[in-house]
């Protein structure tokens, strides 16, 4: 869990809720000898409401980090049905989240990720 797209040198929970521009993320490290990266995006895809439009804390967005990835994302959002609300964005600093935000509903065993941790 991290975050990216804001403008902070060290962005953290607070800053992000007060609206600071970064929006929290997942960063996906993947094997593209196993997985393509179109492959992967229908994973996205698949996994998520990318027609909700939310603030910025919470959008749904794909952070290319290669030109290719970025057109890639473009093409894959030209197939999808109805609105889209995902925005395509350039490669953006990395900044990891606070500990205590690090597996947030792993370690409160509750809701949607209780049916996946013990």
């Known amino acids: ?4 797209g804001g403008k902070s040198s060290a962005p953290t929970y ?4 007060a609206g600071d521009g970064h929006s929290e993320a997942v960063k996906i490290v993947y094997d593209a000898d196993a997985l393509s990266y179109d492959q992967l995006l229908d994973k996205f895809f698949q996994l998520h409401n990318y027609q909700y439009r939310s603030k ?8 290319a980090q290669t030109d290719e990835q970025k057109r890639i994302a473009e093409d894959k959002i030209k197939q999808l049905r109805g609105k889209v609300a995902t925005e395509i964005k350039d490669k953006t600093v990395w900044h990891d989240a606070e500990e205590y935000h690090q597996k947030f509903l792993k370690k409160q065993k509750r809701g949607f990720a209780s049916r996946f941790f013990s």
């Not at 910025?56 to 952070?63: G, V």
Request: proline share 0%; aromatic share 18%; glycine share 6%.
């Open 14 to 17: 607070s800053s992000v809720c």
């Open 1 to 4: 869990m991290g975050y990216v």
């Open 56 to 63: 910025a804390q919470y959008m749904s967005a794909i952070f």
